[in-house]
């Protein structure tokens, strides 16, 4: 009884921050996102009677594999309950997983990481579920946006209750060559994780008014993708990532994921946008900037940020496929 399966981080074009329910995970507006072809995570779920208790292994940075213990694996072990419950089964599992890219910083690796933990799972015990509710069951995992890492290429999160709040694909991931170019600055764990922050949305004077502003712009982007219009999409995803920091940073106690260089990095851009390059920029809760372009403006970029100062790495993706089960598992 093992499965593995690989999923892809996705970066929101439309953020979703703050939820309606804490328990079933209900975000408070609709969101749309696009599947990261270089940052996954690769996850192995063995269910075996002769397991005393649930283990579950990460490898954080380097090769090696360590235990998780704590908060961490508190969510994993509810979502293992979560899939155990549709086999009714109690049988414990050992669970093995991998990232690609540094988890921790805003950049995701929750998504991917629970995408892939509820596909193997699901897959080890052999309960068949549609996509639909498969993206249900990990949207509760805790990590919501996780469930935009289920389908296909970009997609929308729809906002709704416990049975309509679903992901599903917009368009496959081959529709456009978008890339998102992840200039890594810090990859240490961020200092409020998201779960802790969604629930401080609310506190911000600013909210309201997002909320407000969020279905235009999920239209706009919606209609930007259909005409493959780069300029229209950019201009509605940098305003909404300002958007929803300006929440953040309003937000009681106030968070700021920015670093220096995250500020001096959008400066940057949009003096390279002067200049001819056609490029946007989009910030998850990190101190990461995610460059948003056409795959011709790739090189131009690179070149850039090759001379830009306190620049650790940098990612380059591709819109990608979703969760799919692997056949070589991790151990
Ligand atoms: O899915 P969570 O609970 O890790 O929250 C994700 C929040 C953002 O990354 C900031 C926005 C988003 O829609 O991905």
Known sequence: MKATAIA????????????TDD?????????ISMN????????????NEAFKEDEV???FDAQDFSRIQGIKMQKVVEQLDRIRALKKVQIKAKVYSKNSFPAGNGMA????GFAALTLAGISALDIHLDEKDLSILTRKSGSGSACRSIPDGFVEWIDGDDATSYARSLYDHDWWDLMDIVVVFDSSTKQVSSIDGHKLAWSSPLYKARLE????????VRDALRTKDLTKLGKAIEAEALSMHAVMMTSNPPLLYWSAKTIECIKALWQWRKEG??????????????IICEEKEKDNLMDKLSRFSGVIKTIVNKPAIGARVVEKHLF
């Open 8 to 19: 892809p981080a996705n970066i929101a074009f439309v953020k979703y921050w703050g939820r």
């Open 36 to 47: 990261l072809s270089a940052c996954t995570t690769t996850t192995t779920v063995e269910f």
């Open 57 to 59: 292994f990460i490898n």
């Open 277 to 290: 390059i056609e490029a946007y920029v989009t910030i998850d809760a990190g101190s990461n900037v995610h």
């Open 23 to 31: 328990t079933l995970v209900l975000p408070s507006n609709a969101s």
């Open 109 to 112: 690796s929750s998504a991917s």
């Open 213 to 220: 502003q969020v279905p235009i712009t999920i239209h706009n």
